[in-house]
């Protein structure tokens, strides 16, 4: 490794790349040299932008969109996390339970929001159970092989110390699975604002950022104020990835000093 | 694993599988609700064509048809070759663009920002802007896929690529490798498994957006019958487009196992040899 860039020679360069990359966008979009008459030029999107993060009912949709992800989300955490402990710790749970998830899981979530609309309506019930289904697997998955991964002489010490199963689930292993679940619940984090907006596009009703975008697609608002909806959009998964990065950080940061 | 062993598991889960299909069935026949019709209503859709608002059937009784029926090739067709085009794009432009990021600190470095701040985009927020932008057909679909599916394939590539073992790339060096050859006989074949690992994750992704895709602005495909089915009210054509969607997810599923384990039992071959 090479000290003398560290982390701040890469962060300069990170940022000059990308205020080029800007520049370059607004010279080649405003001058013509690139004739695409479609893509305004990004100071006009960061304009829309700036005017959809201040305007309260654009800030209305972005939180209907958030809602039904968090919702989604934190009924994923409950099922994946339970599923992956049973499957894990229960021979009987995995014989029974592991060929249904096999021939269930292929199935992508957003399949099957069509039939929870119908069921539950449009609105946050059938949004965030699509959400929640797509989210279980990868927390499903990563508990499981946390669970693969704790240290059996760990198990068997607490064990000697007469802890029951139930103990020895909750202090050991659940504990020491636990950086491994936080992995699947950041992989599921992304995956929930996606599945979100696709399923707010899907029947839109004009909520949500999708039904936003949907609305303005078919209602002439002009293309940087849509670019400038999108770019929100992927603003609010960068914030999310960055907070659950560092939550990470501050939580799991033992797993270092353990060599894992 | 004893044989019998295999054989007992095999057992159960046939049973387990048995269990719920039965039960789904005894549920649903009892139950007045229509959003839930039995599977032996569900599944017969999947071939026999029904009529009126009923969908094209994908398969077909008839021998002479090669057993295919119309939504075959009105939908699936469609659908899987959108996806098959936007999944090629993503893969060249992935190993293609992470190749070259991957050879150089200081190209990943001043792009870093970029590709986060474009990566964290979610790919179904573009939908709208692009049917906008390229029209109703094809296009907006691959692309949509395309986008949604290289960072994977990049990202792996770019990691493979730069973690090129340090005295392989020395001796290259020192015995004046042509660059080409230095890529095709060093690099490529070094970062594979991860570039392939890459392959792996977005071949699922692309199934997952490929029904996105055709949620808005599609004339046909499966993922514009689920939104047709749920508008027209019709559930038995839904259900069996939702058993087609899993069995396509696992066919691929399989597909990208067995050549992951046949490309990398090469790789873990050759690189067993060069570490003796």
Known sequence: ?260 | MSMSGRVWRVVTALGSLTVVVIGWQLLTASSESYFFPPPSEVFPHLWRGHGGIAEPPYLSPSPSDLFLGAGFYEDLVPSMWRMLRGYAMATAVGIGTGTALGLSRAARQYTDWIINFVRAIPPPALLGIWIVVFGLGDGPKIYLIAFAVVWPILLNTIDGVASVDEQRKQVAAVFKIPFRRQLTGLYLPSASPKIISGMRISLGFALIMMIISEFAGATNGLGFRLKEDLSFFNFPDLWATMILLSAIGLLLNGLMFWAEARILGWHRKASEVSNL
């Open chain 1, 1 to 260: 490794m090479n000290h003398g860039s560290g982390p701040s020679a890469s962060v300069v360069r990170g940022a000059a790349g990308f205020l080029i990359f800007l520049a370059l966008a607004e010279a080649a979009v405003s001058t013509g040299i690139v004739d695409v008459g479609s893509i305004p030029p990004p100071t006009e999107i960061a304009a829309g932008m700036f005017e959809l993060i201040t305007s309260a009912s654009f800030l209305g949709q972005v939180w209907v969109t958030v809602k039904g992800a968090a919702v989604g989300l934190g009924a994923a955490i409950v099922a994946g996390v339970t599923l992956g402990v049973l499957l894990s710790t229960s021979g009987v749970f995995r014989r029974l339970l592991l060929p249904v998830i096999e021939v269930v899981r292929p199935l992508p979530g957003v399949a099957y929001a069509p039939l929870l609309i119908a069921v539950f309506q449009r609105g946050l019930m059938s949004r965030s159970l699509t959400v929640a289904i797509a989210c279980t697997w990868p927390i499903l998955f990563n508990t499981r092989s946390g669970f693969d991964a704790v240290d059996p002489i760990a198990i068997q010490t607490a064990r000697s110390f007469s802890e029951t199963r139930f103990g020895v689930i909750r202090r050991v292993s659940l504990l020491s699975a636990s950086p491994f679940i936080f992995t699947g619940v950041r992989i599921s984090a992304s995956i929930a604002i996606i599945v979100e907006i696709a399923v707010e596009i899907l029947i839109p009703d004009g909520t949500g950022i999708g039904g936003f975008l949907a609305d303005a697609g078919s209602g002439g608002v002009d293309l940087a104020t849509i670019y400038g909806a999108t770019f929100v959009a992927g603003l609010l998964s960068l914030l999310l990835n960055f907070g659950l990065n560092t939550i990470d950080n501050r939580l799991f940061a033992w797993r270092q000093g353990l060599g894992a």
